[in-house]
């Protein structure tokens, strides 16, 4: 076993409150083959334009969840945080 992984993942970029009130919104996702040796990592390119009109104004962390083939899910916290104004 060389601890090589080849699967398909599911991979979000996620706002998440943090006053702790209401609950985390997707913003954006692609589900990507990842091919990866031990210790090693890959990028996944993520985008999005426009927030959807109804996230709530506030202050947001930044995160991406990784979700493998399971259902097994991994959040990162990327240290970012984005503020969302009132339209």
């Not at 040796?37 to 109804?54: E, F, K």
Request: charged residues 20%.
């Amino acid at each position: 076993n060389s601890g090589a992984v080849s699967q398909k993942e599911r991979v979000d970029l996620v706002l998440s409150p943090t006053t702790g009130a209401g609950g985390d919104v997707s913003i954006a996702s692609t589900t990507t083959n990842v091919r990866l040796r031990a210790g090693r990592q890959t990028r996944v390119n993520l985008a999005t334009r426009r927030l959807d009109a109804s996230v709530p104004a506030g202050t947001y962390q930044v995160l991406v969840t990784v979700t493998d083939p399971d259902g097994a899910r991994t959040t990162v916290d990327t240290g970012k945080t984005m503020t969302v104004q009132a339209s």
